[in-house]
């Protein structure tokens, strides 16, 4: 089992930065793939990034996100970058074993009770 809590949201103006933070349960946290989605009011949940032993990121937030993990700390972490209004959503740290179709949220099984972020215009 896994227990993860999000923490960092909150809210932003457009251009801004936030980090976001996941702190995850379990001894064996170094041999989990970690994923970070979003909700954004009225969408489907949307892949944002992973992290393996690799970095993989969804195509809109590409060049301005980037996902970490410190295995020391059982944490995994958001940087947020030149945010915009379309960032706004809950964020949900998600957690899984094995490394096909990182951007399939059926492919994980442990999730965050999310994080919410709001970038104003």
């Known amino acids: 089992q896994v227990q993860l809590v999000e923490s960092g949201g909150g809210l932003v103006q457009a251009g801004g930065s936030l980090r976001l933070s996941c702190a995850a349960s379990g001894r064996t946290f170094s041999t989990y793939t970690m994923g970070w989605f979003r909700r954004a009011p009225g969408k489907e949940r949307e892949f944002v990034a992973a992290?393996?032993?690799?970095?993989y990121y969804g195509d809109s937030v590409k060049g301005r996100f980037t996902i970490s993990r410190d295995n020391a700390k059982n944490t995994v972490s958001l940087q947020m970058n030149s945010l915009k209004p379309e960032d706004t959503a809950v964020y949900y740290c998600a957690a899984r074993r094995g490394t096909s179709n990182l951007a399939q949220q059926q492919s994980y099984n442990y999730w965050g009770q999310g994080t919410q972020v709001t970038v104003s215009s």
């Open positions: 992290i393996t032993f690799f970095t």
